[in-house]
């Protein structure tokens, strides 16, 4: 098999995941379709040095997020607008790629919770990744993991009760 055709397989097989990954990062399919290709032309000019291929899937999800946090870091020193400016502008995202029932309450909730947190929630309930791969992409403790994922989780419930208690009234 060349290696053309080793790279096509590795696409087929993950770029869904990346990208909608991506797309709890982003909130923006624009950006969420570039940081996936970002990823991926690492790959192409890198992923020759993972020697064992069984971590490719952590590899990518590292790659990825590596590079949105290394986004996020320049966003942050050079921004260009505000979100709440820029938010009505953004397309919908792909009724295809994400369950719009789900979408229209949990990304929105999710948009709300620490960035720190949101990484791990994503990574754990929307792309069913263990524990173990999470600490690998995030490059922190199992401890840290789940730390992060509890306190995430805790201010999921608190998003979601304010929304509940305001349907209330």
Request: hydrophobic share 40%; net charge negative; charged share 25%.
């Amino acid at each position: 098999m060349t290696s053309t055709e080793t790279f096509e397989i590795i696409v087929r097989e993950h770029y869904e995941s990346l990208f909608r990954f991506a797309m709890t990062l982003t909130r923006a399919e624009s950006d969420a379709h570039d940081l996936t290709q970002q990823t991926f032309y690492v790959w192409a000019t890198k992923g020759y040095q993972l020697r064992d291929l069984s971590k490719i899937k952590s590899w990518l999800f590292t790659t990825l997020t590596r590079a949105f946090q290394t986004g996020q870091r320049k966003q942050f020193r050079f921004p260009h607008h505000s979100l709440e400016d820029i938010l009505q502008e953004w397309p919908a995202p792909s009724s295809g790629l994400i369950d719009q029932a789900e979408c229209s309450q949990v990304l929105p909730a999710l948009a709300k919770v620490d960035e720190v947190y949101q990484v791990a929630l994503a990574l754990y309930y929307l792309e069913d990744h263990a524990y173990k791969d999470i600490a690998v992409v995030l490059d922190v403790p199992i401890g840290t993991v789940k730390s992060r994922l509890a306190r995430g989780i805790a201010q999921l419930r608190e998003r979601f009760s304010q929304v509940a208690t305001a349907n209330q009234e």
